[in-house]
């Protein structure tokens, strides 16, 4: 089992930055990969950013060059890093983890990007 919360969502002006947190909990070494997911409202859940266990990233097009995912092992945490913000970046952001046989899911953290 694997517990993953997330933080560090809020309001922020369009040109801003936040960072995002993900904590991970449990069967930790298990885990192959973590992903940052959205969900606007209205919309699917896409697939933001991607590191693996190798330290291997991943991004998709509408964010490459303003984010940045991170991990930190001693910490247990995966981050977000994101600049230059966009109001259609607004949505929540979810964690994601998956091991060999699992996946699993934090509760999301809302980010708005509104003046």
């Known amino acids: 089992q694997v517990q993953l919360v997330e933080s560090g969502g809020g309001l922020v002006q369009p040109g801003g930055s936040l960072t995002l947190s993900c904590a991970a909990s449990g069967s930790i070494a298990s885990i192959d990969a973590t992903r940052w997911y959205r969900q606007a409202p209205g919309q699917q859940r896409e697939l933001v950013a991607t590191i693996s266990k190798g330290g291997t990233t991943g991004y998709t097009n509408s964010v490459k060059g303003r984010f940045t995912i991170t991990r930190d092992n001693a910490k247990n945490t995966v981050y977000l890093q994101m600049n230059s913000l966009k109001p259609e970046d607004t949505a929540v952001y979810y964690c994601?983890?998956?091991?060999?046989?699992?996946?699993?899911w934090g509760r999301g953290t809302q980010v708005t990007v509104s003046s």
């Open positions: 994601n983890a998956n091991t060999v046989t699992e996946g699993y």
